[in-house]
C-alpha cells in the first residue's frame, strides 16, 4: 500500500528529497491543470509549476496539510503565483507601454554587395578566412575561437584586428574599380 501524503510528506519536511519527489510526482499533473487555467501560455504554466514546488520545498516545515493531503496548499500556492505572474506581465506591458520607440536602424551590410564582400574574404589568407568566419560570421566567442584554433585568445584577438583590416582593405581594392571608393567598417 502506497504510503498517504502525511507521511511522505513528514519525510520531506525532514530533508528527505526523494519524499518530496513522490509528492512532486503525485501532485504536478493536477497543479499543472489548475495553473493552465489561469495562465496564458504553456512556457509560463511551466515556470510556475516550478515555482510553486520550489515554494513547498522552501516552506516544508509551515506547509500545512488538508485532511492529509499537501494539495490543497500546492493549489491555493499555484493560485498566488499564477496572479503574480500575470501582475507581473502587466507592470511589464505598462512600462513597455511608456518607453519611446526605438528609432529605426539603418542596416549598413545592406548597403554592401555581398559578392563584394565574398570577393573580398576569398582573397584573403586562409588564417584570415578562419578567424574572420569563426568570430564574426560564426560569432563566436575569442575563447571559443583560440580553443577551436589551438592558440591563446589574446592571439585571437590580434589576429582578428588584422583580418578585418585587410578584409577592409581588399574590399576597398575591389569596389574602388570604376572609379568609385566605398568604405566600409567591417
Same mark, same amino acid.
Given at each position: 500500500?502506497?504510503?498517504?501524503?502525511?507521511?511522505?510528506?513528514?519525510r520531506?519536511?525532514?530533508g528527505?528529497?526523494?519524499?518530496?519527489?513522490?509528492?512532486?510526482?503525485?501532485?504536478?499533473?493536477?497543479?499543472? *491543470?489548475?495553473?493552465?487555467?489561469l495562465? $496564458?501560455?504553456?512556457?509560463?504554466?511551466? $515556470?510556475?509549476?516550478?515555482?510553486?514546488?520550489?515554494?513547498?520545498?522552501? *516552506?516544508?516545515?509551515?506547509?500545512?496539510?488538508?485532511?492529509?493531503?499537501?494539495?490543497?496548499?500546492?493549489?491555493?500556492?499555484?493560485?498566488?503565483?499564477?496572479?503574480?505572474a500575470?501582475?507581473s506581465?502587466?507592470?511589464?506591458?505598462?512600462?513597455? $507601454?511608456?518607453?519611446?520607440?526605438?528609432?529605426?536602424?539603418?542596416?549598413?551590410?545592406?548597403?554592401?554587395?555581398?559578392? $563584394?564582400?565574398?570577393?573580398?574574404?576569398?582573397?584573403?589568407?586562409?588564417?584570415?578566412?578562419q578567424?574572420?568566419?569563426?568570430?564574426?560570421?560564426?560569432?563566436?566567442?575569442?575563447r571559443?575561437a583560440?580553443?577551436?584554433?589551438?592558440?591563446?585568445?589574446?592571439?585571437?584577438?590580434?589576429?582578428?584586428?588584422?583580418?578585418?583590416?585587410?578584409l577592409?582593405k581588399?574590399?576597398?581594392?575591389?569596389?574602388?574599380?570604376?572609379?568609385?571608393?566605398?568604405?566600409?567598417?567591417?
Open positions: 500500500m502506497e504510503p498517504d501524503d502525511a507521511e511522505v510528506w513528514s520531506a519536511v525532514s528527505d528529497g526523494e519524499s518530496f519527489g513522490v509528492v512532486f510526482d503525485r501532485h504536478r499533473d493536477r497543479v499543472r *491543470r489548475h495553473l493552465t487555467r495562465l $496564458d501560455t504553456p512556457q509560463d504554466v511551466e $515556470d510556475a509549476v516550478a515555482v510553486v514546488f520550489l515554494e513547498a520545498w522552501r *516552506r516544508r516545515s509551515s506547509v500545512r496539510l488538508v485532511q492529509g493531503s499537501v494539495l490543497p496548499w500546492l493549489l491555493v500556492t499555484a493560485t498566488y503565483t499564477a496572479n503574480n500575470r501582475r506581465a502587466r507592470r511589464y506591458r505598462a512600462l513597455l $507601454d511608456r518607453l519611446p520607440p526605438p528609432e529605426p536602424a539603418v542596416d549598413d551590410t545592406s548597403l554592401l554587395e555581398e559578392s $563584394d564582400v565574398v570577393a573580398a574574404l576569398r582573397r584573403l589568407s586562409e588564417a584570415d578566412q578567424i574572420l568566419t569563426l568570430c564574426v560570421l560564426e560569432e563566436w566567442s575569442e571559443d583560440a580553443e577551436a584554433l589551438h592558440v591563446r585568445p589574446g592571439t585571437v584577438k590580434s589576429r582578428l584586428h588584422r583580418a578585418k583590416r585587410r577592409v581588399q574590399f576597398e581594392r575591389l569596389t574602388a574599380v570604376g572609379g568609385e571608393e566605398v568604405r566600409h567598417g567591417v
